[in-house]
DNA sequence: CAGAATCCCATTCGATACTG
DNA sequence: CAGTATCGAATGGGATTCTG
């Protein structure tokens, strides 16, 4: 969705529904990778390659892609060092930090329920 | 997923890494509307057509996509009556409310940080 | 190493029309 | 009311190639 409206602000008040402003940040956990890159940086500073190793199967494009949204939500803070080859670090920002442990409060239960839910899947599939 | 081109096999390690089964949990939180199923779901038993009406924007088919992945996944129950005009009732199941609680948490973070965000995109996209 | 730029296929989703 | 069926457009994202 991503509406990004540059300039007007939709004055959403107290919010008496539901999708008050979810969206903005939950199309980005929507994404293949967003989630698994927060996971990735909350154990510490990572450079790009690092990153890449860490999430079997992300290409290059999408770490790219990935990495850049995180930092203009500013929920990631990227650092280049001029060197030869080039260095760049990605870290979590304050807000960062406290989405991730949301994300990974989620992740864990992910793994504690995964099993329940295969089970689910397979007695509809039954069916 | 389905990383799958043509020839190419998906090769999924036995979860040897992180991604163990964090995947077949939040793809379903990444689709459009799951997330805000979810959430109103876990304020109480809601009708077909209350969902729709309390989900601004969801279209007839999306809901039942939606609401159909949510019991295969032993998420939601559906409850049938046989009555005219019929009455369909979904409501969250023991593991839906344990994930719903995780969801209503992350929806909270959401609306708490959504000026933070929104501000932190105005200033990349001044660059 | 850390990207940027293309190409292009697959899936998602919305709109619409129809049904029990 | 609560769906099902079909179609087309938009989007996501993988593979590949090129660059500073």
Redesign the pocket.
Known sequence: M?VGHTGVTPQLGPCGDDDCGIRDVL?RL????TVLVLVELAKGVR????L?RAIP????????????RLCRDGLVE?T?YATI??????RLTDLGRSLAAQVVSLADWSRSHRTAIAEARERWDAL
């Open positions: 991503s199309d929507g994404d293949k990778w450079r790009f390659r690092e890449q199967g992300i290409s290059q494009r999408m770490l790219t892609v990935t990495t850049r990227r280049a080859p080039p260095q760049v670090e990605y």
